[in-house]
């Protein structure tokens, strides 16, 4: 992956995961605003220990341009998954005494 530019005009580093300085850093708000964001549960983060925490690419992605990186829906027809699945089950079904 490409470098990429933050909404603060930092160069982003596409990895795996980010620390809340670094992310902090990407915003330009104080890393003491993330962990906020973190306990508050506005953003997602992966608790590693007492103090530490990383914010994966993907919450750092939909954070910096929401409105590309919604799940698109899709649709599926699912009825013969569905009919297998009961004629699977009726076939399990044991009598009753």
Do not use: N
């Amino acid at each position: 992956m490409k470098a990429m530019v933050g909404p603060s005009g930092v160069e982003l580093e596409p990895k795996p995961f980010y620390s809340p300085t670094e992310l902090a850093r990407i915003f330009d708000v104080d890393p003491s605003t993330v962990m906020d964001w973190i306990h508050r549960q506005s953003l997602y983060a992966i608790k590693l220990g007492p103090k530490t925490y990383r914010i994966p690419l993907a919450v750092v992605l939909s954070r910096i341009s929401p409105e590309t990186t919604r799940p698109t829906r899709i649709e599926i027809d699912a009825a013969d998954e569905l009919r297998a699945d009961e004629r699977k089950l009726a076939r399990r079904a044991v009598p009753t005494r």
